[in-house]
């Protein structure tokens, strides 16, 4: 599987709860980029949607950035030496999330430390390798529990504040003239521990035309906002 796949797969993921929701078929979805959706057909229209990930606090956003670039650098490391035909699940610890600096070198140590052990010694929590790549490498962060009882919907504000300066460059795209309506999909992993409630709700002015919250590890019923 190269990135490219992966990445629709992730975006398919996401937007599963919202085509299963609306009874859209799945010959009328397009996975695509820029925006991540397209619905071919929706009562008469064609809809681009934007995906994007909900997290509960920005240091958590922060850290897993930084991880995430670790994760990247590994990557590359593995394939530069040929070492490649697999996915390397990287679950890192309390600590190396609570650093606002890491030292790059000693995190892929430890990574590499894992492999084989399926723990690391600071970094590393758990690892785990799946050999379901041929020609490829990949590395990523397993998410980590974060317990939130309920939704912050000031960082639902800001993901819909930072999403309506990509909706303009999209609506400036000449392969998207054809779209009349775009949505935005904001899709809480099962391991936050969020789970939205029917009566949420959120007074919200924005340029998509729909807004949902949506879980698709849970199957919740998505919640529209907008």
Do not use: A
């Given at each position: 599987m190269t990135n490219k796949e992966y990445k629709k797969q992730l975006e398919k993921h996401h937007i599963t709860p919202i085509i299963n929701h609306l009874n859209i078929s799945w010959e009328d979805v397009e996975i695509g980029d820029e925006p991540d959706v397209i619905i071919r057909n929706y009562e008469g229209k064609i809809i681009g949607v934007e995906n994007v990930k909900y997290h509960p606090t920005q240091d958590k956003q922060r850290s897993d950035a930084r991880l995430d670039k670790i994760c990247k650098e590994y990557e590359k490391i593995l394939r530069e030496r040929g070492d490649v035909g697999f996915q390397l699940s990287v679950q890192f610890s309390d600590f190396a999330h609570s650093l606002k600096r890491l030292d790059s070198k000693k995190v892929i140590e430890d990574i590499?430390?894992?492999?084989?052990?399926?723990?690391?010694?600071?970094?590393?929590?758990?690892?785990?390798?799946?050999?379901?790549?041929k020609d490829n490498v990949r590395v990523l962060r397993m998410d980590t529990q974060f317990i939130s009882d309920e939704i912050d919907y000031s960082i639902i504000r800001k993901l819909i504040e930072k999403k309506e300066r990509r909706l303009i460059s999209y609506k400036q795209l000449e392969k998207n003239k054809f779209i009349d309506e775009y949505w935005l999909n904001i899709n809480i992993p099962f391991n936050e521990g969020v789970i939205y409630k029917p009566e949420d709700t959120l007074n919200v002015e924005s340029d998509y035309t729909r807004i949902y919250l949506s879980t698709y590890?849970?199957?919740?019923?998505?919640l529209r906002i907008k």
């Open positions: 590499e430390y894992s492999r084989g052990r399926e723990v690391g010694k600071r970094f590393v929590w758990h690892s785990m390798r799946s050999d379901i790549l590890e849970l199957g919740d019923t998505p």
